[in-house]
């Protein structure tokens, strides 16, 4: 038997350790709009369907049942390695034509993340990654495109960590 969207969807937040509320809140949706969607009464709106794909770690066709290949292709796995040797990338084209470009050692990352976060001075393109979700992945080995986001605004971001 097929697997429904609701189904799927609820399979990889289980999967991926997440509570109802934890996806509503990274959404901005009611936890109720989250069980509803898991129980196949509503499908998902076109404005969040990319976010909750994200924070799945999944492609949107994935998601929505158009293609089996679980993981993004860019992954890649890795034994698990010694981050203190690793950079993470940040590169940032905002809309406005602002152009950022970071490359922050992982020993430093964890730091940023426990003092409150990484804030690039008034840009929100930042603002809904889930720093900690990557920082995690990038310690069990999995290195390359981590992220890559073209917003409705027009903002570009990309994270990447070397191999």
Do not use: C, W
Request: a negative charge; charged letters at 25%; proline letters at 2%.
């Amino acid at each position: 038997m097929l697997e429904t969207f609701g189904q799927r969807f609820q399979r990889l937040r289980k999967e991926k350790g997440l509570t109802q509320e934890d996806i509503a809140r990274k959404v901005g949706i009611t936890a109720q709009s989250v069980s509803k969607l898991e129980n196949d009464i509503s499908a998902p709106d076109i404005l969040i369907l990319g976010k909750l794909a994200q924070i799945l770690g999944v492609t949107t066709d994935y998601l929505l049942g158009n293609s089996d290949e679980y993981k993004p292709a860019k992954l890649e796995k890795h034994e698990r390695v010694d981050i203190s040797s690793k950079v993470l990338k940040i590169i940032i084209n905002s809309s406005d034509g602002d152009k950022v470009k970071l490359n922050l050692p992982l020993a430093v990352v964890k730091p940023l993340l426990n003092s409150g976060g990484i804030n690039i001075g008034g840009s929100d393109a930042l603002k809904n990654i889930d720093f900690d979700q990557i920082f995690k992945l990038v310690e069990q080995g999995v290195v390359g495109t981590l992220l890559e986001i073209n917003s409705a605004d027009g903002d570009n971001v990309l994270i990447t960590v070397d191999v």
